[in-house]
């Protein structure tokens, strides 16, 4: 009898487990979902974009994200694999961000528009949007924009600032930077009250452009700029976005990332062997070693400045 309660016990924490774990969710919902239990709810067109949000048995809401391609058959797969990709990366340091898994392109799901192409399922963004009325941080912006006519060229000291509003946006700030994603507007960060949380989505942008390149030559700037200052709340701020951005680098090597990348591919089952897709995926992985290398320079710099700044104190 203690062996069955026992074993009814295990079945519990397993059953909870697969429940709570996001991505295990989403992989159930792909795989192994139950008749009838998804329903679409609505879709909207941005562009090239089929958003659809969907919903479960039990009310949980997920959104489908599906590109339109006019010309080359998926030439414009590779947001969607880039997306799933940084969400694993993500996962990695435990980022505030949505969990995106690939809908291959053989598998039909509730919100998929167009049958026989890949497809990405994402849980959904709880709280509000940061340009929404009533979030507490209304317009906050840590956007690391390129700024090429401008010497700090991707950051501001602004946003060192408003990295210290909250514990967890130097570690959003940090996984941008890592990824090259500069589109985290304010439509693509939420804001939860009630769990004191944010999360950030969108993520298609990534492993373009190398920030960490440019925030090195601002804050060797900074480094070299004796009337520069923090307080104490932007230099808590500053260390923990090094701390972040020292995580990403010894949990997510260039080959593990490379491989991770094609796993991805794998999986989605496109064909890679048109010309526009495969000189992406090569760009993708120049691009990896070339920013994981760029990475690595910013988190040493960030140590002389850190350093520094305690000096100063």
């Known amino acids: 009898m203690k062996y069955?309660?026992?074993?009814?016990?295990?079945?519990?924490?397993?059953?909870?487990?697969?429940?709570?774990?996001?991505?295990?969710?989403?992989n159930r919902l792909i795989y192994f979902p139950e008749k009838g239990e998804l329903n679409l709810l609505s879709v909207i067109k941005k562009g090239f974009t089929y958003i659809s949000i969907i919903k479960d048995q039990r009310g949980n809401k997920y959104c489908v994200k599906q590109m339109e391609d006019r010309t080359v058959p998926e030439r414009r797969?590779?947001?969607?694999?880039?997306?799933?990709?940084?969400s694993y990366?993500?996962?990695?340091?435990?980022?505030?961000?949505?969990?995106?898994?690939?809908?291959?392109?053989?598998?039909?799901?509730?919100?998929?528009?167009?049958?026989?192409?890949?497809?990405?399922?994402h849980t959904f963004a709880h709280g509000k949007q940061l340009n929404k009325p009533g979030c507490p941080y209304s317009y906050l912006d840590i956007r690391l924009r390129l700024y090429p006519q401008q010497r700090e060229g991707g950051i501001k000291r602004r946003i060192i600032t408003e990295m210290s509003r909250h514990n967890q946006l130097p570690i959003l700030v940090a996984f941008d930077t890592f990824v090259g994603n500069d589109d985290r507007s304010w439509n693509n960060l939420f804001y939860d009250?009630?769990?004191?949380?944010?999360c950030g989505i969108d993520m298609e942008q990534s492993f373009r452009r190398d920030l960490s390149?440019?925030?090195?030559?601002?804050?060797?700037?900074?480094?070299?700029?004796?009337?520069?200052?923090?307080?104490?709340?932007?230099?808590?701020?500053?260390?923990?976005?090094?701390?972040?951005?020292?995580?990403l680098l010894r949990k997510n090597k260039p080959e593990f990332l490379k491989e991770l990348l094609d796993e991805i591919i794998v999986k989605s089952k496109i064909d890679v062997s048109s010309e526009v897709l495969s000189n992406q995926?090569?760009?993708?992985?120049?691009?990896?070693?070339?920013?994981?290398?760029?990475?690595?320079?910013?988190?040493?710099?960030?140590?002389?400045?850190?350093?520094k700044q305690i000096a100063l104190k």
């Open 281 to 307: 995926i090569k760009k993708y992985k120049e691009n990896i070693d070339k920013m994981y290398i760029s990475a690595n320079k910013l988190a040493k710099i960030l140590d002389e400045v850190i350093e």
């Open 89 to 121: 990366i993500a996962e990695t340091i435990g980022a505030p961000m949505n969990v995106v898994e690939i809908i291959p392109k053989d598998i039909e799901l509730a919100g998929k528009i167009i049958g026989g192409r890949v497809a990405s399922l």
């Open 193 to 198: 009250q009630k769990s004191d949380q944010f």
């Open 213 to 247: 390149q440019r925030l090195y030559q601002f804050f060797v700037g900074v480094f070299n700029n004796l009337s520069v200052q923090f307080n104490s709340s932007e230099l808590k701020a500053l260390i923990l976005y090094r701390n972040t951005l020292k995580k």
């Open 4 to 26: 069955i309660y026992r074993m009814f016990i295990f079945f519990i924490i397993v059953c909870q487990s697969l429940f709570s774990n996001p991505r295990e969710q989403l």
């Open 77 to 86: 797969a590779y947001k969607l694999i880039i997306e799933s990709f940084c």
